[in-house]
T-cell receptor
Framework: NAGVTQTPKFRVLKTGQSMTLLCAQD?????MYWYRQDPGMGLRLIHY???????AKGEVPDGYNVSRLKKQNFLLGLESAAPSQTSVYFC??????????FGQGTRLTVV | GIQVEQSPPDLILQEGANSTLRCNFS?????LQWFHQNPWGQLINLFY???GTKQNGRLSATTVATERYSLLYISSSQTTDSGVYFC?????????FGAGTRLTVKP
């Protein structure tokens, strides 16, 4: 039972490049979330999804897009990366509003 | 939006000491979780505690939802307890985090 798996674990992008972060969960959870963590600021919610085919904006959605085509996967896209998007990205899933579980994180550097 | 405040922001202890971390939130919530982020960045679930008291070994947590706060107790601290402790509240469709308490346990 892998839980929540994020791909990749590390990535370096040049300004203006695009990329997609993949989150996969094997717990049949309905809710999935994407967060970013910056030094000294805790975790901030980017986007979330309450079910397959649905997504919604969180606190800091600008510059990101998401898709939830399959229940087990939640993708986070950066269309044109900026240095301000250098951060550690975490994905999480939960059964409705009950206990959430996190992936191991993706460290992204935009140069 | 809901405000989640954790105190203290930093805490330094000698091994064996006890500590209490606090989480205040500004509105009614569906549930509350405590996490430990270890020095390698991994987020570890400690407690799912919308109300009441739970204990797990040296750690225990209490949430008083009607008064909008939660407490995390660490007894007989060990160096492996070092890291950042976060509380997170669930508003129904999303989950918001406090800024965390950074705990350093010295041998």
């Amino acid at each position: 039972n892998a839980g929540v798996t994020q791909t990749p674990k590390f990535r370096v992008l040049k300004t203006g490049q695009s990329m997609t972060l993949l989150c996969a969960q094997d717990m049949n959870h309905e809710y999935m979330y994407w967060y970013r963590q910056d030094p000294g600021m805790g975790l901030r919610l980017i986007h979330y999804s309450v079910g397959e085919g649905t997504t919604a904006k969180g606190e800091v959605p600008d510059g990101y897009n998401v898709s939830r085509l399959k229940k087990q996967n939640f993708l986070l896209g950066l269309e044109s990366a900026a240095p301000s998007q250098t951060s550690v990205y975490f994905c999480a899933s939960s059964y409705r509003t009950i206990e959430a579980f996190f992936g191991q994180g993706t460290r992204l550097t935009v140069v | 939006g809901i405000q989640v405040e954790q105190s203290p922001p930093d805490l330094i202890l000698q091994e064996g000491a006890n500590s209490t971390l606090r989480c205040n939130f500004s509105d009614s919530v569906n549930n509350l979780q405590w996490f430990h982020q270890n020095p390698w960045g991994q987020l570890i679930n400690l407690f799912y505690i919308p109300s009441g008291t739970k204990q797990n070994g040296r750690l225990s947590a209490t949430t008083v939802a009607t008064e909008r706060y939660s407490l995390l107790y660490i007894s007989s601290s060990q160096t492996t307890d070092s890291g950042v402790y976060f509380c997170a509240v669930n508003l129904g469709h999303d989950m918001r985090f406090g800024a965390g308490t950074r705990l350093t346990v010295k041998p």
